[in-house]
């Protein structure tokens, strides 16, 4: 079995590792999401590629879901001690060598999907890992930030340091995803979330193929708007989906009207989206989905998601271990099998 897998995120990375250990003989590429990738001391880093290589080759942070296990942080330390911002994103040492070594392979002319194979080599994720392009992707967000205290800083108790690493001032302005998530922990009013360069860009070599070629598409519990969304967005990849003629599954990372982590219900907000597992998945649409998993505590909702066009079935889906995670998996893959029937 060919399996494509939209993902971002933690979400996306922990359901991969579910679904190998679900279908261990399945062939399965993953289209990653390249929207949360941003430019810090001179490395591009590429947070969402990086969870997914990390978690699926035993690398990860597993408390914190992403970063590496045993890290140290000297390097940023030094960096602080020269006044080098920004301080609110911390890379950790061992990080830093991912990026040192994707930094100089695309310095050299490499792109980022032969790149990004380059760096699975260590690694042995057990998946094809592609970025969904090659090309300059950057999610921002539209928000209003609060304005300085009285010595210029941030405000008492905001997530931040001081002026000087990007945020001087308050009012309306876009903000790269990274900063409104990392920096201001989604505290501020969000209005709009917009994948910018998206619209120019092309699908990376091999993501309109493994369209083509699978058997089966998943959308994991991952961001809708911030993971998947930018995927979605980019031409080509959104319709090479819809005319697959394969069954779409998605699972839905909103339980019980919240998101299982993250900030999901706050970006939905800014699209005019309500943090519902039906409304998640009428975003999506029919034209899209197939199938679409909800937690048996949204049960009610799977009539309102049956009338959209979408098949759906309330299964529990909270990945507490590995094993959850392949049981969800599972019930992906048999929800697969039933909207093909």
Not at 132 to 141: I, L, S, Y
Not at 203 to 223: Q, R
């Amino acid at each position: 079995m060919r399996i494509v897998v939209l993902a971002g995120g933690i979400g996306g990375a922990r359901f991969l590792r579910g679904l190998k250990k679900a279908a261990p003989d399945a062939d399965i590429t993953v289209i990653g999401n390249t929207g949360d990738d941003i430019h810090l001391f001179g490395l591009r880093v590429c947070p969402d590629l990086d969870t997914v290589m990390y978690t699926l080759g035993g690398g990860s942070n597993e408390e914190q879901g992403w970063g590496r296990a045993d890290e140290t942080f000297r390097v940023k330390e030094e960096l602080a001690a020269y006044g080098a911002g920004p301080e609110w994103f911390g890379l950790g040492d061992r990080d830093f060598a991912t990026h040192i070594v994707r930094t100089q392979m695309l310095g050299a002319g490499y792109p980022l999907s032969a790149v990004t194979e380059a760096l699975c080599d260590r690694w042995q994720p057990g998946v094809r890992l592609i970025p969904m392009t090659d090309d300059r992707v950057e999610t921002h967000v539209a928000v209003t930030l609060p304005e300085p205290d009285s010595d210029g800083g941030s405000p008492a108790g905001a997530a931040g340091t001081s002026s000087g690493d990007g945020a001087a001032g308050g009012g309306q302005r876009a903000i790269h995803f990274q900063e409104y998530w990392v920096r201001w922990r989604a505290s501020v009013p969000a209005h709009a979330v917009v994948p910018v360069g998206a619209d120019q860009a092309k699908p990376a070599p091999g993501v309109l193929e493994a369209i083509a070629e699978a058997d089966l598409v998943l959308f994991p519990p991952s961001n809708p708007v911030v993971s998947i969304g930018p995927i979605l967005a980019v031409p080509g990849i959104r319709e090479a989906i819809a005319d697959a003629g394969v069954p779409v599954v998605g699972l839905s990372p909103i339980v019980g009207d919240a998101p299982v982590r993250g900030m999901a219900d706050k970006v939905l907000a800014a699209i005019g989206v309500e943090s519902t597992a039906a409304a998640v998945a009428e975003h999506y649409g029919s034209g899209l989905l197939d199938g679409w998993l909800v937690d048996t505590v949204d049960a009610d909702a799977v009539p309102r998601v049956a009338a959209a066009g979408i098949g759906c079935r309330a299964v529990p889906l909270m990945m507490t271990d590995v094993d959850a995670a392949a049981r969800m998996a599972g019930e992906a893959l048999a929800l697969a099998t039933e909207v093909r029937a």
